[in-house]
T-cell receptor
Framework: KQEVTQIPAALSVPEGENLVLNCSFTDSAIYNLQWFRQDPGKGLTSLLLIQSSQREQTSGRLNASLDKSSGRSTLYIAASQPGDSATYLC???????????FGQGTTLQVKP | EADIYQTPRYLVIGTGKKITLECSQTMGHDKMYWYQQDPGMELHLIHYSYGVNSTEKGDLSSESTVSRIRTEHFPLTLESARPSHTSQYLCASSDTGLAGVYNEQFFGPGTRLTVL
């Protein structure tokens, strides 16, 4: 059974800090990896998608990296803001079906 | 901007009722998915579809059923709701790009179901 693990489960930082969220996955045949943001009681907002042939993707203050050989991905958030407070989910995409397997998420709180 | 819609957003219903959760997307995506998420827990895939008249069960066993008669519409039905069905249900879609590339999944806002 393929699994995705996210560490830490929760994180609280002061505004302005740079931070790193970690994601590890067991699917050695991963096709892509997607990072999402989820606000309480809401759906998921796609942040970044990294194909297996890529090493990283950037969008604004967000940068996601992918290392297939070690089964790890990181999401780097620069200059964090209170509006970044949310749960961040990573999901590995299967090479055969495109189905996503989700981690439990990291709940981030950025304090003003 | 993803255009995927779910109705209702919230539903409180008694045990034994039949319910249908609606999901529609206007992006012409061929693939659609249903996920179930309990509070504080990870999402689990319960159903998916690769196109019209295609439906498959996901990784988490579910008593719900789905249909895909039109590309844009992927409703989920519970014939007899029970308290154990209380959860958040999230619908998603994606398209198949060049050379069968599995593209980004876009999610709807979810339906929070409570069965009394």
């Amino acid at each position: 059974k393929q699994e995705v693990t996210q560490i830490p489960a929760a994180l609280s930082v002061p505004e302005g800090e740079n931070l790193v969220l970690n994601c590890s996955f067991t699917d050695s045949a991963i096709y892509n990896l997607q990072w999402f943001r989820q606000d309480p009681g809401k759906g998921l907002t796609s942040l970044l998608l990294i194909q297996s042939s890529q090493r990283e993707q950037t969008s604004g203050r967000l940068n996601a990296s992918l290392d297939k050989s070690s089964g790890r991905s990181t999401l780097y958030i620069a200059a964090s803001q209170p509006g970044d407070s949310a749960t961040y989910l990573c999901a590995s995409g299967s090479s055969n079906t495109g189905k996503l397997i989700f981690g439990q998420g990291t709940t981030l709180q950025v304090k003003p | 901007e993803a255009d995927i819609y779910q109705t209702p957003r919230y539903l409180v219903i008694g045990t034994g009722k039949k319910i249908t959760l609606e999901c529609s997307q206007t992006m012409g995506h061929d693939k659609m998915y249903w996920y179930q998420q309990d509070p504080g827990m990870e999402l689990h895939l319960i159903h998916y579809s690769y196109g019209v008249n295609s439906t498959e069960k996901g990784d988490l066993s579910s008593e719900s059923t789905v249909s895909r008669i039109r590309t844009e519409h992927f409703p989920l039905t519970l014939e007899s709701a029970r308290p154990s069905h209380t959860s958040q249900y999230l619908c998603a879609s994606s398209d198949t790009g060049l050379a069968g590339v599995y593209n980004e999944q876009f999610f709807g806002p979810g339906t929070r179901l409570t069965v009394l």
